[in-house]
């Protein structure tokens, strides 16, 4: 049974101390009508990354689901999903963390001065909606938070590890403020999400929907695709899996 807390921030708590996946109890919620939830676990026995991949979600991160039914039609709900990336990286960066953004969205710190970096949170968007408009989001964070280097997957990294332990309630409270302020200013999304970018600049190679490309990534647009200058001109990328390459 889950227990119930409150925060100071505009969404109401659903805590558990271990449970399947809060994206799927946030979906369970939303299709119940409900909005302004944040559905937190301790632990996750069922953690689900992008792409059908699993995401490790062991006691001692941060594990959230955000539902909310903004007004939008689906076209927009990729900048939740950036506004998220924003809230993480900006409560991280407040606890002593160097966290910038790999678009599109995953959280992570930079190694070195070559665009290589390790993964210190994700976010998972899913969405239920006509062709016009959403009807809700559920937007999960995975935060590698209080975790030691033995309990992260390959290529990750942890608060812990960066900065030390953080206040896991604290944290998630400026997270979900930094999200509430975002949603409620989607225009302020994309230059936020711009200074904190560390794939811009980077030579990239983009694993798209309509193949794969490589090029130097230059910027991204007003609705979050990325720009990339690639040997036969530029192209705008909205969805992909991108790896940031070593300079030539
Ligand atoms: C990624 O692949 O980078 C996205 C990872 C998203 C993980 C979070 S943890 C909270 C929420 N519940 C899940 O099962 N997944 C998301």
Known sequence: PAVE???EAPFS????????????RARELAAEGATDVAVLADEQVGGRGRLEREWSSPSGGVWVSVVTRPAVAPAQAPLYTLAASVATATAAREAGVDARIKWPNDVVVPVGDDGDYRKLAGILTEMEGETDRVEWLAVGVGVN?????DALPEGATSIREEAGDIDRRRFVQRLLEEFDRYREDLEAVVPAW????LTIGQRVRVDRPAGEIVGEAVDVTESGALVVETENGQEIVTAGDCEHLRPV
């Open 5 to 7: 807390f409150e925060l």
């Open 13 to 24: 708590i659903e805590y558990h101390d271990s449970v399947g996946s809060t994206n799927d």
């Open 145 to 149: 938070a209080n975790l030691d280097a």
């Open 194 to 197: 711009r200074d904190l970018a």
